[in-house]
Protein backbone atom coordinates (compact mmCIF):
# COMPACT_ATOMS: atom_id res chain seq x y z
CA UNK A 1 0.00 0.00 0.00
CA UNK A 2 1.61 3.28 -1.53
CA UNK A 3 1.42 6.00 1.93
CA UNK A 4 1.66 9.01 3.20
CA UNK A 5 2.83 9.43 7.01
CA UNK A 6 2.54 11.89 9.11
CA UNK A 7 2.33 13.26 12.87
CA UNK A 8 -1.18 13.66 14.13
CA UNK A 9 -0.50 16.27 16.50
CA UNK A 10 -2.22 18.58 17.71
CA UNK A 11 0.67 21.25 17.66
CA UNK A 12 -0.44 24.20 20.30
CA UNK A 13 1.78 26.93 19.07
CA UNK A 14 1.63 30.60 20.25
CA UNK A 15 0.71 33.29 17.32
CA UNK A 16 4.09 34.48 15.96
CA UNK A 17 6.10 31.29 16.83
CA UNK A 18 7.47 29.50 13.59
CA UNK A 19 5.94 25.92 13.43
CA UNK A 20 7.39 23.14 10.96
CA UNK A 21 5.55 19.84 9.75
CA UNK A 22 7.27 16.81 8.26
CA UNK A 23 5.91 13.66 6.27
CA UNK A 24 7.58 10.77 4.68
CA UNK A 25 5.91 8.93 1.41
CA UNK A 26 6.46 5.53 0.83
CA UNK A 27 5.85 5.34 -2.92
CA UNK A 28 9.49 6.60 -4.44
CA UNK A 29 7.58 6.75 -8.15
CA UNK A 30 5.44 9.70 -6.78
CA UNK A 31 6.18 12.40 -9.35
CA UNK A 32 4.38 15.92 -6.91
CA UNK A 33 3.74 16.66 -3.69
CA UNK A 34 1.71 19.01 -2.21
CA UNK A 35 0.96 20.74 0.81
CA UNK A 36 -3.46 21.08 1.25
CA UNK A 37 -4.96 22.61 4.14
CA UNK A 38 -8.37 21.28 5.32
CA UNK A 39 -10.66 23.39 7.74
CA UNK A 40 -12.68 21.65 10.06
CA UNK A 41 -15.95 20.05 7.97
CA UNK A 42 -14.46 21.39 4.45
CA UNK A 43 -13.14 20.23 1.87
CA UNK A 44 -8.92 20.42 1.76
CA UNK A 45 -7.70 23.37 -0.38
CA UNK A 46 -4.26 23.65 -2.03
CA UNK A 47 -1.63 25.59 0.29
CA UNK A 48 1.54 25.13 -1.80
CA UNK A 49 3.01 22.71 -4.50
CA UNK A 50 6.21 21.37 -3.51
CA UNK A 51 9.59 21.29 -5.35
CA UNK A 52 13.09 19.73 -4.92
CA UNK A 53 14.67 23.17 -5.39
CA UNK A 54 12.38 24.09 -2.06
CA UNK A 55 9.79 26.98 -2.86
CA UNK A 56 8.38 29.53 -0.56
CA UNK A 57 4.93 31.47 -0.45
CA UNK A 58 4.88 34.23 1.77
CA UNK A 59 5.08 32.89 5.04
CA UNK A 60 5.07 29.19 4.09
CA UNK A 61 8.30 27.45 2.68
CA UNK A 62 8.22 23.77 1.78
CA UNK A 63 11.00 21.61 1.39
CA UNK A 64 11.34 18.16 -0.89
CA UNK A 65 14.31 15.42 -0.32
CA UNK A 66 13.61 12.89 -2.90
CA UNK A 67 16.52 10.64 -1.49
CA UNK A 68 15.23 10.22 2.14
CA UNK A 69 11.36 10.68 0.74
CA UNK A 70 10.62 13.20 3.20
CA UNK A 71 8.27 16.38 2.49
CA UNK A 72 8.69 19.14 4.65
CA UNK A 73 6.17 22.89 5.55
CA UNK A 74 7.64 25.65 7.43
CA UNK A 75 5.19 28.35 8.75
CA UNK A 76 6.63 31.95 9.70
CA UNK A 77 4.93 34.34 11.96
CA UNK A 78 1.66 32.22 12.54
CA UNK A 79 -1.09 33.87 12.61
CA UNK A 80 -4.73 32.32 14.60
CA UNK A 81 -6.02 31.97 11.09
CA UNK A 82 -3.12 29.49 10.46
CA UNK A 83 -5.52 27.37 12.90
CA UNK A 84 -6.39 23.74 10.82
CA UNK A 85 -5.17 20.44 9.54
CA UNK A 86 -2.62 20.55 7.05
CA UNK A 87 -2.65 17.47 4.77
CA UNK A 88 0.37 16.59 2.89
CA UNK A 89 0.26 14.94 -0.39
CA UNK A 90 1.64 13.10 -3.38
CA UNK A 91 0.55 11.97 -6.43
CA UNK A 92 1.38 10.23 -9.90
CA UNK A 93 3.81 7.05 -9.44
CA UNK A 94 1.28 4.64 -10.69
CA UNK A 95 -1.84 6.05 -8.83
CA UNK A 96 -3.84 8.43 -10.65
CA UNK A 97 -5.19 10.17 -7.77
CA UNK A 98 -3.89 11.88 -4.81
CA UNK A 99 -2.89 9.94 -1.93
CA UNK A 100 -3.48 11.66 1.25
CA UNK A 101 -1.61 11.55 4.36
CA UNK A 102 -4.09 11.58 7.69
CA UNK A 103 -2.98 15.62 8.14
CA UNK A 104 -1.55 17.53 10.83
CA UNK A 105 -4.36 19.21 13.12
CA UNK A 106 -2.27 23.00 14.27
CA UNK A 107 -3.43 24.71 16.78
CA UNK A 108 -2.58 28.31 17.00
CA UNK A 109 -3.17 30.15 20.65
CA UNK A 110 -3.15 33.96 21.01
CA UNK B 1 -11.48 30.06 -11.62
CA UNK B 2 -11.33 26.35 -11.49
CA UNK B 3 -14.39 26.02 -9.21
CA UNK B 4 -15.93 22.87 -8.52
CA UNK B 5 -19.50 22.61 -7.16
CA UNK B 6 -21.28 19.55 -5.06
CA UNK B 7 -24.56 18.80 -4.47
CA UNK B 8 -26.16 18.33 -2.42
CA UNK B 9 -23.69 19.68 0.33
CA UNK B 10 -25.39 17.42 3.33
CA UNK B 11 -28.09 14.75 3.02
CA UNK B 12 -29.53 12.47 5.85
CA UNK B 13 -31.39 9.59 4.59
CA UNK B 14 -32.57 5.97 5.45
CA UNK B 15 -30.74 3.21 5.41
CA UNK B 16 -31.73 0.94 2.71
CA UNK B 17 -32.29 4.19 0.06
CA UNK B 18 -30.28 5.39 -2.87
CA UNK B 19 -28.42 9.09 -3.03
CA UNK B 20 -26.84 10.71 -5.64
CA UNK B 21 -24.16 12.87 -5.46
CA UNK B 22 -23.75 15.36 -8.22
CA UNK B 23 -19.73 16.79 -8.81
CA UNK B 24 -19.87 19.81 -11.19
CA UNK B 25 -17.02 21.85 -12.56
CA UNK B 26 -18.21 25.10 -13.61
CA UNK B 27 -15.81 27.22 -14.92
CA UNK B 28 -13.57 24.09 -17.15
CA UNK B 29 -13.90 21.25 -18.27
CA UNK B 30 -12.59 18.38 -16.64
CA UNK B 31 -11.59 14.67 -18.36
CA UNK B 32 -10.66 13.31 -15.44
CA UNK B 33 -13.15 13.51 -11.92
CA UNK B 34 -11.88 11.79 -8.88
CA UNK B 35 -14.50 10.64 -5.56
CA UNK B 36 -12.68 10.46 -2.39
CA UNK B 37 -14.21 9.48 1.10
CA UNK B 38 -13.13 10.88 4.51
CA UNK B 39 -14.10 9.16 7.91
CA UNK B 40 -13.97 11.08 10.92
CA UNK B 41 -9.85 11.71 12.20
CA UNK B 42 -9.15 10.27 9.13
CA UNK B 43 -7.47 11.01 5.91
CA UNK B 44 -9.43 11.12 2.17
CA UNK B 45 -9.17 7.93 0.26
CA UNK B 46 -9.50 7.78 -2.93
CA UNK B 47 -12.78 5.66 -4.05
CA UNK B 48 -12.45 5.81 -8.07
CA UNK B 49 -11.30 7.97 -10.97
CA UNK B 50 -13.88 8.86 -12.97
CA UNK B 51 -13.19 9.41 -17.22
CA UNK B 52 -15.57 11.13 -19.30
CA UNK B 53 -17.24 8.99 -21.49
CA UNK B 54 -15.58 5.40 -19.99
CA UNK B 55 -16.21 3.23 -17.06
CA UNK B 56 -14.90 4.34 -14.27
CA UNK B 57 -12.04 2.23 -12.00
CA UNK B 58 -12.41 1.84 -8.80
CA UNK B 59 -9.69 1.68 -6.00
CA UNK B 60 -9.25 -1.63 -4.21
CA UNK B 61 -11.94 -2.60 -1.63
CA UNK B 62 -15.02 -0.29 -2.96
CA UNK B 63 -18.02 -2.16 -4.57
CA UNK B 64 -18.78 -0.66 -7.99
CA UNK B 65 -22.02 -2.19 -7.85
CA UNK B 66 -22.79 0.16 -4.82
CA UNK B 67 -21.07 3.15 -5.61
CA UNK B 68 -22.24 4.07 -8.94
CA UNK B 69 -19.99 6.69 -11.29
CA UNK B 70 -21.48 8.15 -13.84
CA UNK B 71 -19.23 10.72 -16.53
CA UNK B 72 -21.72 11.86 -18.98
CA UNK B 73 -19.84 14.76 -19.73
CA UNK B 74 -16.93 17.09 -19.18
CA UNK B 75 -18.61 18.98 -16.84
CA UNK B 76 -20.03 16.86 -14.48
CA UNK B 77 -20.00 13.36 -12.52
CA UNK B 78 -22.47 11.69 -10.28
CA UNK B 79 -21.99 9.19 -7.57
CA UNK B 80 -24.63 6.88 -6.42
CA UNK B 81 -24.48 5.65 -2.90
CA UNK B 82 -26.88 2.57 -3.59
CA UNK B 83 -28.73 0.67 -0.18
CA UNK B 84 -27.01 3.27 1.76
CA UNK B 85 -26.08 1.87 5.55
CA UNK B 86 -24.95 3.53 8.76
CA UNK B 87 -21.28 2.64 7.88
CA UNK B 88 -21.59 4.55 4.40
CA UNK B 89 -22.12 7.61 6.77
CA UNK B 90 -19.44 10.05 5.59
CA UNK B 91 -17.77 12.93 4.01
CA UNK B 92 -18.00 12.39 0.13
CA UNK B 93 -15.78 14.87 -1.72
CA UNK B 94 -15.06 14.81 -5.29
CA UNK B 95 -12.34 16.36 -7.21
CA UNK B 96 -11.70 17.37 -11.00
CA UNK B 97 -8.20 17.90 -13.07
CA UNK B 98 -8.55 20.69 -15.55
CA UNK B 99 -6.60 19.63 -18.53
CA UNK B 100 -5.72 22.89 -19.92
CA UNK B 101 -4.43 24.23 -16.82
CA UNK B 102 -1.93 23.81 -13.95
CA UNK B 103 0.12 20.88 -13.20
CA UNK B 104 -1.08 17.45 -14.47
CA UNK B 105 -1.25 16.25 -10.73
CA UNK B 106 -3.40 19.21 -9.54
CA UNK B 107 -6.74 18.56 -8.44
CA UNK B 108 -9.61 21.32 -7.66
CA UNK B 109 -11.65 20.17 -4.94
CA UNK B 110 -15.99 20.11 -4.28
CA UNK B 111 -16.95 21.40 -1.37
CA UNK B 112 -18.13 18.10 -0.30
CA UNK B 113 -21.26 16.39 0.62
CA UNK B 114 -21.57 15.00 4.13
CA UNK B 115 -23.94 12.03 4.18
CA UNK B 116 -25.39 9.94 6.95
CA UNK B 117 -27.73 7.68 6.96
CA UNK B 118 -30.37 6.55 10.21
Known amino acids: RKEVEQDPGPFNVPEGATVAFNCTYS??????FFWYRQDCRKEPKLLMS???SGNEDGRFTAQLNRASQYISLLIRDSKLSDSATYLC???????????FGKGTHLIIQP | GAVVSQHPSRVICKSGTSVKIECRSLDFQATTMFWYRQFPKQSLMLMAT?????????EQGVEKDKFLINHASLTLSTLTVTSAHPEDSSFYIC??????????????FGPGTRLTVL
Open chain 1, 27 to 32: NSASQS
Open chain 2, 50 to 58: SNEGSKATY
Open chain 1, 89 to 99: VSAGGGADGLT
Open chain 1, 50 to 52: VYS
Open chain 2, 95 to 108: SARDKERGSYNEQF
